[in-house]
């Protein structure tokens, strides 16, 4: 890809109104020059898919998204439905057109927030992670060569606690900081960095067998404007913000 001489967009997307978003240069992949990475649709999906809790009391559980094709920068539209509507649990799906096309579909589950009581029986989670001050950042050239504005290298900073992409394991840990918002003047809830950077477990850990990457997201209560997630890979558990 050449180099171009763009202004550095102030977020993934910006809205054009109702149900349409323009894709900026902030969301680009590095395969093709005119696509997205997938780590800027998944955050919009994430947004649209919290739009309904209207009163503020759930939270997203879980986002399963199917990808058919490239999704293009410019204008896209993401519709929703609600599925199965309830005050504990609710079902949304969501759908990103682009260029014309389904490029996206999406089953989000939101569920109400509440304290609860654990039993002794409950244990914290293991490892712990090492603070994001203590991790190496890694050299954004890395992930692929250029310097034109791109998500994988001007949306994202990448501290490693272990493994990384010039390396191979079975196994790997890292800090993922969305630097930008999804959007203009909003801030970033908990889960949209984590479903935006949950895409590179595969750069943290590479061995001679495959293996699915998958993302858990453990949702602060307190979301701040620019979200932190870690990952860890092949296995990947994603926490935001930090």
């Not at 001050?133 to 250029?146: A, K, M, N, Q, Y």
Request: charge should be negative; hydrophobic fraction near 35%.
């Amino acid at each position: 890809m050449t180099e171009t001489t763009e202004t550095l967009p102030e977020s993934l997307a910006l809205p054009l109104g109702g149900s349409t978003f323009e894709l900026t240069g902030m969301s680009r992949g590095p395969w093709q020059a005119d696509a997205a990475h997938g780590g800027a649709p998944a955050a919009l999906m994430v947004r649209e898919a919290e739009a309904h809790d209207e009163g503020g009391q759930m939270r997203l559980l879980s986002l399963s998204s199917t990808f058919y094709g490239p999704v293009m920068l410019g204008e896209i539209e993401i519709e929703s439905e609600v599925l199965k509507p309830g005050r504990r649990q609710k079902v949304v799906s969501v759908k990103l057109t682009s260029g014309g096309r389904t490029a996206i579909e999406g089953r989000a589950i939101l569920i109400r927030r509440g304290e609860v009581d654990l039993p002794d029986s409950v244990e914290e989670i293991e490892p712990r992670l090492d603070p994001v001050e203590d991790c190496e950042p890694v050299d954004r050239g890395l992930w692929f060569p250029g310097k034109e504005i791109a998500f994988h290298r001007t949306a994202v900073t990448v501290r490693v606690m272990e493994g990384g992409p010039e390396t191979v394991n079975h196994t790997g840990a890292a800090w993922f900081h969305l630097d930008c918002p999804v959007v203009p003047g909003e801030e970033v809830s908990p889960a949209q960095p984590t479903s935006a950077t949950g895409w590179p477990t595969r750069f943290l850990s590479e061995s001679s067998s495959s293996s699915i990457a998958t993302s858990t997201c453990r949702s602060s209560a307190s979301p701040r404007v620019n979200g932190s997630a870690s990952i860890r890979g092949p296995t990947s558990t994603a926490t935001g913000p930090a």
